[in-house]
T-cell receptor, first 113, second 112 residues
Framework: GENVEQHPSTLSVQEGDSAVIKCTYS??????FPWYKQELGKRPQLIID?????GEKKDQRIAVTLNKTAKHFSLHITETQPEDSAVYFC????????????FGTGTKLQVIP | NAGVTQTPKFQVLKTGQSMTLQCAQD?????MSWYRQDPGMGLRLIHY???????DQGEVPNGYNVSRSTTEDFPLRLLSAAPSQTSVYFC???????????FGPGTRLTVL
């Protein structure tokens, strides 16, 4: 099955700086890669996703890049704000099979005002 | 739309007790799943369903049962609770497994 590794497990940045979280996946067939944000005590919510037919996707201050050859994808947050503080999870799955979504172990991001 | 709902929000069980965690969605999603969340381990898939009458095991299915008699409901049963099942449980639903998943508010379960 699929295996997803996520780094770093914790990340502290100054407000206004950028944050980058990286994930690697094991199965080259995987073609859907979502990112979820979970605020303290809340449920995970999708913030951005990318499919394997594109290499990059942006939504305001958030972007995701995908390198299919190296089997890794990254979340980029620019101009970080205190409200970006949360746990972020990457995930991977394959639309043609699996029927399961495999999550990374999460990154706790702290934005210091 | 209520989205995905879960009950109860909190539950304390004694070792050996059984219980059912309820999950319902009103978005007509075919795909539903149960995850457990433990510190440092992310979200681990327990069971999933691709439609009414169809269920399958995820990564950590031991000690749990599921059924899917309707599109809306996907209950998770703990057969004989163990302290290792102390966790936060999330139910999620989506159109397919390769689309955005919508999570319920979670159930915090403690097994003594």
């Amino acid at each position: 099955g699929e295996n997803v590794e996520q780094h770093p497990s914790t990340l502290s940045v100054q407000e206004g700086d950028s944050a980058v979280i990286k994930c690697t996946y094991s199965d080259s067939a995987s073609n859907y890669f979502p990112w979820y944000k979970q605020e303290l005590g809340k449920r995970p919510q999708l913030i951005i996703d990318i499919r394997s037919n594109v290499g990059e996707k942006k939504d305001q201050r958030i972007a995701v890049t995908l390198n299919k050859t190296a089997k890794h994808f990254s979340l980029h947050i620019t101009e970080t704000q205190p409200e970006d503080s949360a746990v972020y999870f990457c995930a991977a799955t394959y639309s043609g099979g699996y029927q399961k979504v495999t999550f990374g172990t999460g990154t706790k991001l702290q934005v210091i005002p | 739309n209520a989205g995905v709902t879960q009950t109860p929000k909190f539950q304390v069980l004694k070792t050996g007790q059984s219980m059912t965690l309820q999950c319902a969605q009103d978005m007509n999603h075919e795909y539903m799943s149960w995850y457990r969340q433990d510190p440092g381990m992310g979200l681990r898939l327990i069971h999933y369903s691709v439609g009414a009458g169809i269920t399958d095991q995820g990564e950590v299915p031991n000690g749990y049962n599921v059924s899917r008699s309707t599109t809306e409901d996907f209950p998770l049963r703990l057969l004989s609770a163990a302290p290792s099942q102390t966790s936060v449980y999330f139910c999620a639903s989506s159109t397919t497994w390769y689309d955005e998943q919508f999570f319920g508010p979670g159930t915090r379960l403690t097994v003594l």
